[in-house]
């Protein structure tokens, strides 16, 4: 990667960590996971189909701990399940929505539902099934509302949050490359 390389790499994963930060920092106080999370997941995305990989992988991962740092975030022992859904969102998104699969909005939709399904799988699954029942000690009311947060609501959002970045990012790739 030569320094002019490096250097928009650099810019434009900054610029999404931070516009993810205000996204969260922004949508939070109002209280509707389903606009915060849509808004994260399309960020995500985002990021992976204008940054790369790595970019993508980088905001997964910074997403919540930033979150954290801010005071809008989960609980510290959630951030790695949440990064691993993250992750696999972006992953997803990536290896999927750059193949060739004939028509041209074939590839976007099998990306938006597999990436989305396997994001709520990995949050449900660790989350739900297992950080809420053995990590942390909630009371039965915080336990279902912590679970409430990580169980369907996640897929709605990656859902949600796929189709915005699908309906911008033909114009956002546009901008990025001129």
């Known amino acids: 990667m030569n320094n002019k390389t490096r250097i928009r790499w650099i810019t434009r994963t900054a610029i999404l960590i931070a516009l993810l930060v205000v996204v969260q920092a922004a949508t939070t106080p109002l209280g509707m996971t389903i606009v915060t999370g849509s808004a ?7 990021s992976v189909m204008i940054g790369g990989l790595a970019s993508g992988l980088t905001v997964s991962a910074l997403s919540p701990i930033l979150a954290k740092l801010v005071g809008i975030g989960p ?27 004939g028509a041209t909005y074939i590839a976007p939709i099998a990306a938006l539902v597999l990436a989305s399904g396997a994001k709520f799988l990995v ?4 989350i739900v099934q297992i950080a809420v029942p ?27 949050g796929g189709a915005l970045a699908n ?5 956002l790739k546009k901008a990025v490359n001129r």
Do not use: D, K
């Not at 993250?86 to 290896?95: G, K, S």
């Not at 309906?167 to 114009?171: N, Y």
């Open 75 to 101: 609980f510290w022992s959630l951030i790695p399940f949440i990064v691993i859904g993250n992750a696999a969102l972006v992953l997803l998104w990536h290896y999927i929505a750059n193949r060739n699969m």
């Open 134 to 160: 053995l990590l942390l000690s909630l009371s039965a009311q915080q336990a279902a509302a912590v679970s409430g947060m990580f169980s369907v609501s996640q897929l709605m959002t990656a859902l949600l």
């Open 123 to 126: 949050l449900y699954l660790g």
């Open 167 to 171: 309906a911008l990012l033909s114009a």
């Open 40 to 46: 994260v997941n399309m960020l995500l995305i985002i």
